[in-house]
C-alpha cells in the first residue's frame, strides 16, 4: 500500500545554501547539513507540516547525482519519496508488476535511518521514485 509522501528532493550545488531561503523567508524549520558518504550525498531538509523538502548536494567523485547537477547548474526536482509499510513487500510486488528497483534490489539505509529503495523513472512516468519503510 502507497503511504504518505515523505520527501520531494531537489538536487543543487551548494544543499545549505538552497535550503536557507525556505527557512529566511518562510520561516521552514531547517535541519543540520549531514553527509551521506555511502549514498554520495549531503543532505539538509526543510520540515512542512505535511512533508519534507530533501536538498541533495554531491559528495565525493562518483557520487549519482554529479551527473544531474552538472546537467541542472541551478538545481532541479530529483526525485519523489514515498512510504510503504513493508519495503520487501512493496519492492517483491513492484518487481512482479514489471516495475525495475535500481541497484542490486537490497534496501539501504536512507537519510532518516530507515530501508529505502530507488524506482526506475521509466516505469513512473519519468520521476525517479524513492520508497521508504515507514
Ligand atoms: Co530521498
Redesign the pocket.
Known amino acids: 500500500m502507497l503511504g504518505r509522501l ?2 520531494v ?1 531537489i538536487a543543487v550545488a551548494d544543499a545549505e545554501k538552497a535550503a536557507k531561503i525556505y527557512g529566511s523567508a518562510f520561516g521552514a524549520e531547517i535541519s543540520a547539513t549531514v553527509p551521506l558518504p555511502e549514498h554520495g550525498v549531503i ?1 539538509v531538509f526543510a520540515t512542512l507540516p505535511n512533508t519534507k523538502i ?1 536538498f ?1 548536494q554531491p559528495l565525493g567523485a562518483d557520487s549519482p547525482i554529479a551527473k544531474f547537477v552538472e546537467r541542472n547548474p541551478d538545481g532541479g526536482i530529483h ?1 519523489i ?1 514515498y512510504e510503504v509499510p513493508d519495503i520487501i513487500a512493496a519492492r517483491d510486488n513492484l518487481i512482479k508488476e514489471g516495475a525495475r528497483v535500481l541497484g542490486d534490489g537490497q534496501p539501504k539505509i ?2 532518516h535511518g530507515k530501508p ?1 529503495l530507488f524506482l526506475h523513472p521509466k516505469d513512473f512516468s519519468g520521476a525517479l521514485v ?1 520508497i ?1 519503510q515507514s
Open positions: 515523505n520527501h528532493a543532505t530533501e541533495i526525485h519519496c536512507g537519510a529505502v524513492e521508504e
